[in-house]
């Protein structure tokens, strides 16, 4: 549970990314508990006269941004987005990323995807130095999910079915996730790619190569990570 002073910092860092979203933006709208504070001051800023047209990631996102009265476009008809904000589980300073704890993986990649610019927003409990402490969430088609389990095992996860309050997690697009301990994640790059060979994964919590800005705010200081475009 997070607690006051957490929210603040995930408050300060929605601020920042805020402040990137520019007249007639397409924007990506994340999912989660930093997004949300994303969104709603963006609400703020529409309702003082900014135009955008939000895209959501998620139906809870989707949800919420139709009760703040955002226009929205359905993200599988945008050919491009200007400027996404999510939140994520874990990142480290290459700018990689492990997302999904809210099950919303799938659609917040197509989602950074389609950005010409994705910022992340965090409080100060989520940079690390490798990837791995936070189990990678993986989107699996029930029809394959003895197939992946297999195939997960093979490369040294262990793969837990989530279940969330009694009953198994069932995400947006009809799947199963499994929260997947690979233990630290030395090379986040080939994991990702070796997800993707698998049939029946839709697809998984590791970002590489997707983010532009992270803003962690910590305490009363933020600090930005930046691609590195060198
Ligand atoms: O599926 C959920 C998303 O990837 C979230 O962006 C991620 O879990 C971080 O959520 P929060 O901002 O609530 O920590």
Redesign the pocket.
Known sequence: MANDNQNLE?LTAAKAAIAFVKNNDVVGL??????TLAIKELAKLIKDGLKITGVPS?EATKKLAISLGIPLLELGKVRSIDVSI????EFTKELNLI???????FR?KIMASLSKKTIIV?DGSKLVEKLGAFKV?IEVNPNAEKYVMIKLKKLKGKPVKRIENGKIFITDNQNYIFDTDFGLIDDPEKLAYELNQIDGVLGH?IFVNLTDIIFMAKGDYITSYHKNIG
């Open positions: 995930k994340g999912t989660g508990s930093t997004a998620s999510d939140g994520a589980d997302k999904g704890g809210g099950g919303a993986l917040e965090t969430p919590g």
